[in-house]
């Protein structure tokens, strides 16, 4: 038992240094369209008709689906934009800059990746910042791209679930 808690313990550590608003969203879409479906088919304290929680149940992969599309692609054109912007000079951070004048700013742990190489050094705290901002307005993006998907879930789900219900109507009266 204890390599598999350190297996974990490593697999969460590498998940988190990856981590990020992508990560997140595909944590959260793996769960709707994955975990939800099971918990609201077999929900025993509900007492919604089968129907109804099929219908529910179906719903949520189709909105998984749609959500972590739309996060996605509006994830990429944001960073896309992020990284234009810096490498414009449009976006600095002071941190960074008090880094290039005065090489105590700069982490030891970067320094050290770095093997005291003063200009690797700020390049890798330059892109460490970069990611860190890209991954904190790519936050901001998601929740206001939340209710635009919503609303275009509840309108194309609808036509998809028809036909998966046409589909399998035909498929039983054969």
């Given amino acids: 038992m204890p390599k598999v808690n350190q297996y ?7 998940f988190s240094q990856k981590g ?6 595909y944590v959260n879409a793996a769960g709707k369209a994955i975990i939800a479906p099971l918990v609201i088919m077999h929900n025993p304290f509900t007492k919604e008709n089968e129907d109804n929680r099929k219908w529910a149940a179906v719903k949520q992969p189709v909105e998984a689906v749609i ?3 739309m996060q996605l692609a509006s994830l990429a054109l944001l960073y896309k934009g992020v990284d234009s912007l810096i490498k414009k000079g449009k976006i600095n951070f002071k941190y960074v800059e008090n880094a290039t004048k005065d ?3 700069i982490p ?3 320094l050290e990746a770095c093997n005291n190489d ?7 705290y330059r892109e460490q910042y970069n990611e860190i901002f890209k991954d904190r307005v790519g936050a901001v993006v998601s929740s206001i791209a939340y209710l635009p998907v919503l609303a ?9 679930a028809q036909k998966l219900v046409n589909k399998n109507e035909n498929k ?3």
């Fill in 152 to 160: 275009l879930s509840n309108k194309v789900y609808p036509k998809i």
């Fill in 108 to 110: 030891k742990k970067i």
């Fill in 8 to 14: 974990i313990a490593t697999s969460v550590e590498k």
């Fill in 67 to 69: 959500t972590i599309a």
């Fill in 118 to 124: 003063y200009d690797k050094a700020i390049t890798m």
């Fill in 20 to 25: 990020g608003e992508k990560v997140s969203n």
């Fill in 172 to 174: 039983s009266s054969k």
């Fill in 103 to 105: 090489i105590s700013k």
